[in-house]
């Protein structure tokens, strides 16, 4: 499986973004898909999951203006980030904890990441 991230840019604060990440491949399933960001010289660190089944947890920074979804037909996981601010700067990366393949099951797949900026 094959994780395609997009829709990264810069922006004002206050402004919005929305990011897409497109699973490709045999797939025959996939559990948890998340979003990741990693700020310089920091470590990476979670924003959103959601499950299959469509449950969600955020990081606390990130609640109420951020929004994850997914949709299964399309193997797509969507952030919706509103109400950025600076600390927001990151590179986002998408994230699949397992997913079955190919009749193979493959763990902890990474996408190849997309670049947010907020600034002024």
């Known amino acids: 499986v094959q994780l395609q991230a997009s829709g990264g840019g810069l922006v004002q604060p206050g402004g919005s973004l929305r990011l897409s990440c497109a699973a490709s491949?045999?797939?025959?399933?996939?559990?948890?898909m998340g979003w990741y960001r990693q700020a310089p010289e920091k470590q990476r660190e979670l924003v959103a999951i959601?499950?299959?089944?469509?449950?969600?947890n955020y990081a606390d920074s990130v609640k109420g203006r951020f929004t994850i979804s997914r949709d299964n037909a399309k193997n797509t996981v969507y952030l919706q980030m509103n109400s950025l601010q600076p600390e927001d700067t990151a590179v986002y990366y998408c994230?699949?904890?397992?997913?079955?393949?190919?009749?193979?099951?493959?763990?902890?797949?990474w996408g190849q990441g997309t670049q947010v900026t907020v600034s002024s």
């Open positions: 491949g045999s797939i025959f399933s996939i559990n948890n």
């Open positions: 994230n699949v904890d397992r997913a079955v393949v190919g009749g193979l099951v493959r763990l902890g797949v």
């Open positions: 959601i499950s299959s089944l469509g449950s969600t």
